[in-house]
């Protein structure tokens, strides 16, 4: 409800607008991983170069108007990383690299995790798992504001308990990172390699964290607009299982106790959309056997001048009224 003071016969009002952040998880399918025939990608250097470049033209068409880009299996090789920052020059790039060897040929592993940022890097950690998997956690300075921390993740494919266990530790690092830094939002996404109901998703929902889709869901419910938390097909998997594992977490608290309906932080911060970006580029999966998801947040600013103002009906009605 917009406030009103009154000091002298004039009305002033703090009309504090709200600035957005956009994050996009989206598994790029690394070469090595993938089968052309009776080889991997990774082995002829046209194959995956002509890939990559329509891969890092899709993510600029996309996903470059997001302010924070994570994108899974990302392919250690020069090369690929100087397509993507040519597509993406108003980002920068940090990355965290799988530890071991490559079963099928022993060679060092050439996988990983990529955060490309256009909010400036203040912090960068990498949680190391068991099987040498790792996160990506990362502070990110908002100008004139507190910083938010965004963390990504790419949980294995066969084993549920062990999803369930990096999750967890990759929200931890999230959390503590978000404590040390006093972020006021943080974010936790990637390839999950499950669905929503499945334990490593309920699992960050009991320690406080909210499943964007859903919460978009529950906001578009309350509005009377109607909603789904299912945001449709996110990966085709190599058993032809159809499967929406792509996944957007949020949370403002570093001990748990999540909000309702998608408001995280009690200063502002909400959560305005989460969606799947359409695939019609590649309908069939073949340059990447996953699509984008993308959640948007809005925060108040904390700083504002004064101006007499009128309430945007079409805005959060968050103004801080002074004398």
């Known amino acids: 409800m917009l406030g009103w003071a009154i000091l002298a016969g004039a009305i002033v009002c703090r009309a504090a607008k709200p600035t957005t952040l956009q994050v996009a998880t989206y598994n790029v399918l690394n070469p090595v991983h993938k089968s052309v025939g009776n080889i991997r ?99 990110l300075q908002r100008r004139g504001d507190r910083p938010v921390v965004v963390a990504t993740c790419h949980l294995p494919f066969a084993d549920a308990a062990a999803r369930q266990a990096q999750a967890s530790a990759c929200a931890a690092a999230a959390e503590r990172q978000a404590r040390r830094d006093d972020a006021s939002l943080t974010v936790l996404c990637g390839d999950f390699n499950e669905n929503a109901a499945a334990p490593a998703c309920r699992g960050l929902e009991a320690r406080g964290w909210t499943n964007c889709a859903a919460a978009a869901a529950t906001q578009a419910l309350d509005s009377g607009t109607g909603g789904t938390t299912f945001l449709g097909t996110t990966h085709l998997a190599h058993t032809g299982d159809a499967l929406s594992c792509d996944h957007i977490f949020a949370t403002d608290r570093t001990e748990g106790g999540q909000r309702s309906s998608g408001c995280f932080d009690a200063a502002g911060a909400r959560l305005v959309a989460a969606r799947r970006v359409a695939d019609a580029w590649d309908p069939d999966f073949v340059d990447s056997d996953h699509t984008p998801v993308v959640a948007e947040f809005s925060f108040r600013e904390t700083k504002a001048a004064p101006a007499a103002a009128t309430a945007d009906p079409f805005l959060p009605p968050w103004p801080d009224c002074i004398a």
């Open 41 to 139: 990608e990774a082995d002829d250097d046209e194959l995956w170069l002509a890939r990559g470049r329509r891969q890092a033209a899709f993510v600029a068409d996309a996903l470059g108007a997001a302010d924070v880009i994570c994108l899974q299996e990302w392919f250690f090789e020069p090369r690929w990383a100087q397509l993507f920052e040519e597509a993406l020059p108003s980002h920068r790039l940090c990355t965290a690299r799988r530890r071991g060897v490559h079963p099928h040929d022993g060679s060092e592993r050439r996988d990983g995790l990529a955060i490309f940022s256009r909010l400036p890097l203040e912090a960068v950690a990498a949680p190391v798992f068991d099987d040498g998997r790792s996160g990506l956690v990362a502070t």
